[in-house]
């Protein structure tokens, strides 16, 4: 299993940025994908995922209404809209896959435990 994060850069404070997390060896059928972040000098953070089966999505509190995760079936892909930035959100994203077929993958919120990660992308908020 292979997971690539891409699409960072700078972002304006309010402006939006759209990563991609693209995988292989891995289907959404039978797992999860959960992006996650971690600023300088913090402990990496939760940020979503999206679920086997039903593609149910969660959120952080923190990016709840104003991140979107979606995903290409056809592209083995993953999306992460991310709209109204503010200059907390600025950090290393990375995605990682829940290669499993658990009651964790399917209400990916109950915190599965994730066993492939991609290298991440910088997103830097700032005016």
């Known amino acids: 299993v292979q997971l690539q994060a891409s699409g960072g850069g700078l972002g304006q404070p309010g402006g939006s940025l759209k990563l991609s997390c693209t995988y292989s060896?891995?289907?959404?059928?039978?797992?999860?994908i959960g992006w996650f972040r971690q600023a300088p000098g913090k402990e990496r953070e939760w940020v979503s995922c999206?679920?086997?089966?039903?593609?149910?999505?969660y959120y952080a509190d923190s990016v709840n209404g104003r991140f979107t995760m979606s995903r290409d079936n056809a592209k083995n892909t993953v999306y992460l809209q991310m709209s109204s930035l503010k200059p907390e959100d600025t950090a290393v994203y990375s995605c990682?896959?829940?290669?499993?077929?658990?009651?964790?993958?399917?209400?990916?919120?109950?915190?599965?435990?994730?066993?492939?990660w991609g290298q991440g992308t910088l997103v830097t908020v700032s005016s």
């Open positions: 999206i679920g086997r089966g039903f593609n149910y999505t």
């Open positions: 990682a896959a829940a290669a499993r077929i658990t009651v964790e993958t399917l209400r990916c919120d109950l915190n599965p435990a994730y066993d492939y």
């Open positions: 060896g891995f289907t959404l059928d039978y797992g999860a």
